[in-house]
C-alpha cells in the first residue's frame, strides 16, 4: 500500500474529497443529526479540512472544529465528518486522518477530541470504538458522542 499523506482542502483537491464512495448502507451515516442542526451556528473559521492521499488519489477526507469557546463541549475540539473511499476502507486511512487531527488539537492545547456518530449497524461506532474512542454521552438528538482522551 502506497504512503498516506495530509494535504489541505483545496480547490485543486476538493472535487476528489465530494467524490469519494460508499459502501452500501453508510449514506445515511453521513452526518449525525445533531451536525445538521448545529451547522447554523459553526464558524467557518474554526475549520480544519484535510484530505489523504495514496499516491495521487485522494483516498479520505476530515473535516475538523476548534472551538474552545463554545458552549457544547462535544463541539470544542471535535471530527465533525470523516470520509473514506470505500476502496480503502479498513486499510488505515481513517486512523491516519483522526489520528492528524488528534495532533493537531493536541498543538492547540485540547487534551481531547470528540465526534458524534448516529448509531446503527452499518455506521461507524465500531471503527471509532477500535481506535480508541469511549461512549461519553448523548446528544440531544440521540447521537452517541464519543471521545478519545490525548
Known amino acids: 500500500m502506497a504512503e498516506l499523506r495530509l494535504e489541505e482542502l483545496s480547490a485543486s483537491n476538493i472535487v476528489a474529497a465530494n467524490s469519494l464512495s460508499l459502501k452500501p448502507g453508510q449514506e445515511q451515516f453521513i452526518a449525525p443529526v445533531t451536525y445538521a442542526a448545529e451547522t447554523a451556528v459553526v464558524n467557518p473559521a474554526n475549520a480544519w479540512q484535510r484530505v489523504a492521499r495514496m499516491g495521487d488519489q485522494v483516498v479520505g477526507f476530515i473535516h475538523g472544529n476548534f472551538d474552545p469557546e463554545n458552549e457544547h463541549e462535544e463541539f470544542r475540539a471535535c471530527i465533525w465528518r470523516i470520509n473514506v473511499d470505500a476502496e480503502v476502507q479498513g ?43 469511549v461512549d461519553v454521552g448523548e446528544s440531544a438528538y440521540g447521537d452517541v458522542i464519543g471521545a478519545l482522551e490525548l
Open 91 to 133: 486499510k488505515g486511512v481513517g486512523r491516519f486522518l483522526a489520528t492528524a487531527l488528534a495532533e493537531e488539537a493536541k498543538r492547540r492545547g485540547f487534551d481531547r477530541i470528540t465526534v458524534l456518530w448516529e448509531p446503527g449497524e452499518e455506521g461507524p461506532e465500531a471503527f471509532f470504538h477500535r481506535i480508541g474512542f
